[in-house]
């Protein structure tokens, strides 16, 4: 099938390269040219696993085309999708400025023959009827500029033959699993009230759906969920929103366990057993971060408080997340006392492991209050250590390695989960501190094994 991608964000760019890979003629459209430029030969703008050897591959294929040309994205595509940001706006609406351009650049465009266009950006509840208000209003601002340029004639244009569906298409690829979260999916949710758009949609994944492309291709079809449009906007709010909460739900409890002695990470064993809990989104640590939850929770609260309705579970979800940011601090004041003049090395920036996404990272919470307090911040992250990015962060002197990190620090503390520091030198690193201390923000080392290397570890709640 034909396919337009517009927008090349996380979402759009592994969305077009997945389609590509699975046989799709895809065109991707950005209006950055040098991003554009640096996707045409093969390179990923973005960190993320697998994502440039399928560029490459549906490159090599003839699959995959990219272009800052909205007109030829929309006269390639039977299926156009949306897929540029909603970022957040100060008040915790989404800002859907960038959805409403692409919508109504479509309509000016759309030349003939059945389009559906796809909304793959998450967007506020209620906006697929909007898009396609937006969409009409593009097609007639098109025809209302090829009247006058017909020479001021009032008369509309004979009917073009144009017709399109919206169809709402949520995401839920998890940031550094992106490739294999879109082809391993544990369900494709397509809202909309037309069976002719929906059932292209179940074509065009059909190969995903059969699992051709899944790790375990013995597995069940993926369930593929119809709706309607508002339902599905909800669904990808509301996945979200539950599982921000109970991470801030472990994370309650885990202060509580610190309290009182007992060790989160078995209490978390011990409540995922229980099939209706499930032994997921369970870790306790500093809290979450990144480019969906805090976004995608303070619009469902913004959502609701336009409705009339308080949602006063997930305002407590936030505020628990907002003070658990800052448990690193509260247990560096606690082992060390005074900050000011204290050196403290950050092990990962980002606000997960296998991904360059500073997007609200706990790290950045982090810098700012331990600058606020007077002490020196130094970091290692083994992905922004390696590139520009490491000198665009205030407040940090981003080292090149752990050891160095280690060097002459007062504290550590691990931020960020990344594979690679389960197996560092941590006995010649506890050697190189100041003040052999580490406070395990993700509870991801062994404690015993960091006594034995010589550091005073302190975990979340164990
Ligand atoms: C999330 C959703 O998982 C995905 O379905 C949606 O499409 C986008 O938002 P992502 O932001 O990439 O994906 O990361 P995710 O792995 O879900 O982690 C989010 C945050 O929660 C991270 O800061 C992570 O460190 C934190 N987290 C996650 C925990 O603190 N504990 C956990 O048990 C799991």
């Known amino acids: 099938m034909r396919v337009c991608v517009i927008g090349t964000g996380y979402v759009g760019l592994v969305t077009g390269a997945c389609l590509a890979h699975i046989g799709h003629d895809v065109i991707c459209i950005d209006n950055n040219e040098e991003k554009v430029k640096l996707m045409k030969s093969g390179q990923s703008p973005i960190f993320e696993p697998g ?40 008040t915790g609406e989404s800002d859907t400025r960038y959805v409403e351009a692409v919508a109504r650049g479509i309509g000016a465009n ?163 057993l229980d099939s209706r809990i499930g032994n997921k989104f369970l870790q306790a640590g500093i809290g979450w971060g990144g480019s969906c939850f805090p976004k995608d929770v303070s619009a469902l ?56 996404d500073l997007r609200d990272a706990p790290a950045l919470n982090l810098i700012e209050q331990l600058n606020r307090l007077g002490a020196k911040v130094k970091a290692y992250d083994p992905i922004i250590s390696q590139t520009g990015m490491r000198h665009g962060i205030s407040g940090v002197l981003v080292e090149t390695d752990a050891e160095r990190l280690a060097d002459g620090c007062d504290a550590l503390v691990l931020v960020t989960e990344w594979q690679q520091f389960s197996t560092l030198d941590y006995t010649k690193m506890a050697k190189l501190m100041a003040h052999p201390v580490i406070i395990d923000g993700r509870n991801f080392l062994d404690p015993e094994a960091m006594a034995k290397a010589g550091f005073q570890y302190v975990g979340v709640g164990r």
Not at 60 to 66: P, V
Not at 337 to 351: A, H, Q, S
Request: charge should be negative; include cysteine.
């Open 110 to 272: 759309l030349n003939g023959g059945y389009k559906v266009i796809v909304n793959k950006s998450t967007v506020p509840i209620g906006s697929g009827d909007w898009v396609r208000m937006i969409v009409l209003d593009g097609i007639a601002e098109r025809q209302k500029t090829l009247v006058t340029a017909g020479g001021g004639i009032e008369e509309k244009l004979p009917e073009t033959n144009v017709q399109f569906d919206v169809v709402s298409n949520p995401e839920f690829l998890r940031e550094g699993s992106a490739v294999y979260d879109t082809f391993n999916p544990d369900r494709i949710v397509l809202g909309g009230n037309s069976p002719k758009a929906i059932a292209l949609m179940k074509e065009l994944y059909a190969p995903i759906v059969e699992r051709k492309y899944a790790e375990d291709q013995s597995l069940p079809p993926v369930p593929v969920l119809a709706t309607d449009l508002s339902s599905a906007e909800m669904i990808k709010y509301a996945a979200n929103a539950f599982l921000a909460t109970k991470i801030s739900f472990i994370n309650e409890v885990a202060n509580i366990c610190d309290r009182v002695g007992a060790d989160v990470t078995q209490v978390a064993k011990g409540i995922g």
């Open 51 to 90: 994502l440039s050897e399928i560029m490459q591959s549906a490159i090599h294929a003839n699959k995959i085309q990219f272009s800052t040309d909205l007109a030829a994205g929309v006269a390639h595509g039977e299926i156009l999708f949306i897929a540029v940001g909603t970022p957040p706006l100060p």
């Open 301 to 356: 609260i913004h959502t609701a408080d336009d409705y009339g309705y308080e949602a006063q579970l997930l305002k407590s979800a936030v505020s628990v997340n907002e003070r658990q940011r800052l448990i690193a601090l509260e247990k560096l004041q606690q082992v060390l006392k005074i900050l000011k003049g204290k050196t403290v090395g950050l092990l990962g920036l980002t606000f997960k492991p296998d991904t360059d």
